[in-house]
């Protein structure tokens, strides 16, 4: 039997939510509810909707979906998506067990064999920038991204321009003609200061320029997408289909929804399916654990319009433990010429180590965004 009887939430370092999800017959699924600083909240959500879950059947994945999402009259949010998330990718990670087989061939089976990624670099200046980039390639990766800046003014500085440029010339001086460098807005910049950086990036050509605005200023991407010949990505703060159709209305090049942010696998699949629509590509969101890494792997592998996967393996943030802590075999998720081959084990193709979880999840962590200010006092942009 599927029937599901029991789900448990484990907050564990470095700032990650785990969700596991038991049912009679012994199956247990695992997913990844983390949202980043909001992670308490959203255990809090995955308890409240799990009340919708026990004594049910696991195996009833899209009915399931639309109960938790519509199921109340208040919808929708990176809470309550992040909560779906956690528990459909639970779900899909019971069914590939239940039936023997990977998740990518309940979805259709696989298109390709492997699935590139990138890693994320840091470093203030450009020195520090050729040598974390050196490290990447060192580790196996063909692709990295970056940070274009910090804090930035509302309308910048020539210095603050000028930063910006020098530190993707020292990324593109280290990684040659056949390697990758996307470069991350991330929401710090306004429109104006978009419009004028990204001509001066256009001779370093990055494989895409990330959140050029925030996304409640999603309205106003469309103009940034006419202003540049770089490809244009965002969607990690996006929920939903309905919220990723302005911006590929727009002229996005790149979606970037979260597996664990969006609703989960089942959500970023029909993301997927509508960006196919308008010539997307997709490169989803994951600077996460393993289980969402597991779980993008998974949409990547049955999805023909998947570009690159993020991956946060041995990132400096990861305090206290790394991706790979929390996985009974760590050799699924092993780059292989910068990519990681396709997944083969049932359900979402690792093992989870039940008694780290448990062990980490007793000292939890309280992970919070920082806040940052101009310096006349203002808040500044994340």
């Given at each position: 039997?599927?029937?599901?009887?029991?789900?448990?939430?484990?907050?564990?370092?470095?700032?990650?939510?785990?969700?596991?999800?038991?049912?009679?017959?012994?199956?247990?699924?695992?997913?990844?509810?983390?949202?980043?600083?909001?992670?308490?909240?959203?255990?809090?959500?995955?308890?409240?909707?799990?009340?919708?879950?026990?004594?049910?059947?696991?195996?009833?994945?899209?009915?399931?979906?639309?109960?938790?999402?519509?199921?109340?009259f208040y919808r929708g949010g990176p809470i309550l998506a992040s909560a779906?998330?956690?528990?459909?990718?639970?779900?899909?990670?019971?069914?590939?067990?239940?039936?023997?087989?990977?998740?990518?061939?309940?979805?259709?089976?696989?298109?390709?064999?492997?699935?590139?990624?990138?890693?994320?670099?840091?470093?203030?200046?450009?020195?520090?920038?050729?040598?974390?980039?050196?490290?990447?390639?060192?580790?196996?990766l063909?692709?990295?991204?970056?940070?274009?800046?910090?804090?930035?003014?509302?309308?910048?500085?020539?210095?603050e321009l000028d930063g910006v440029v020098a530190r993707v010339a020292a990324a593109r001086e280290v990684l040659g003609d056949h390697r990758d460098v996307a470069v991350d807005l991330h929401g710090r910049f306004t429109l104006a200061n978009a419009r004028r950086i990204?001509?001066?990036?256009?001779?370093?050509?990055?494989?895409?320029?990330?959140?050029?605005?925030?996304?409640?200023?999603?309205?106003?991407?469309?103009?940034?997408?006419?202003?540049?010949?770089i490809p244009v990505s965002t969607g990690e703060r996006l929920y939903s289909r309905q919220e990723f159709l302005p911006v590929l209305n727009a002229g996005i090049a790149v979606a970037q929804p979260d597996v664990s942010h969006a609703g989960g696998i089942t959500e970023v699949r029909k993301i997927a399916a509508l960006a196919e629509m308008y010539d997307v590509q997709l490169a989803p969101h994951c600077p996460l654990g393993p289980i969402a890494l597991a779980a993008c792997l998974q949409v990547g592998f049955a999805t023909p319009n998947y570009l690159i996967q993020e991956q946060s393996i041995g990132i400096h943030y990861n305090l206290d433990a790394d991706v790979l802590d929390y996985c009974v075999d760590k050799t699924?998720?092993?780059?292989v010429d910068g990519h990681i081959e396709r997944l083969t084990a049932p359900g979402l193709g690792i093992e989870i180590d039940d008694r780290a979880v448990r062990a980490a999840g007793e000292k939890g962590h309280a992970w919070r965004s920082p806040v940052w200010r101009h310096r006349d006092g203002a808040y500044a942009e994340w």
């Open positions: 039997m599927t029937t599901i009887t029991r789900v448990e939430t484990f907050l564990v370092a470095p700032r990650w939510l785990f969700v596991r999800v038991e049912t009679r017959s012994g199956i247990v699924g695992w997913g990844e509810a983390t949202c980043e600083g909001r992670s308490e909240t959203v255990r809090t959500a995955v308890h409240q909707l799990a009340e919708l879950l026990i004594g049910r059947d696991a195996l009833r994945i899209e009915d399931h979906w639309q109960v938790l999402t519509k199921g109340a779906v998330a956690g528990l459909d990718q639970a779900l899909w990670d019971i069914a590939g067990k239940h039936f023997g087989a990977p998740v990518h061939q309940l979805l259709g089976g696989p298109v390709r064999d492997r699935i590139r990624v990138y890693g994320w670099v840091g470093g203030d200046e450009p020195g520090e920038v050729r040598d974390h980039i050196a490290a990447q390639i060192a580790a196996g063909t692709a990295v991204k970056m940070n274009a800046s910090g804090r930035m003014s509302p309308v910048a500085t020539v210095a990204a001509p001066l990036l256009e001779p370093y050509r990055p494989l895409f320029l990330e959140e050029p605005v925030v996304p409640e200023n999603s309205h106003l991407i469309g103009e940034f997408v006419r202003s540049t010949t699924p998720l092993a780059f």
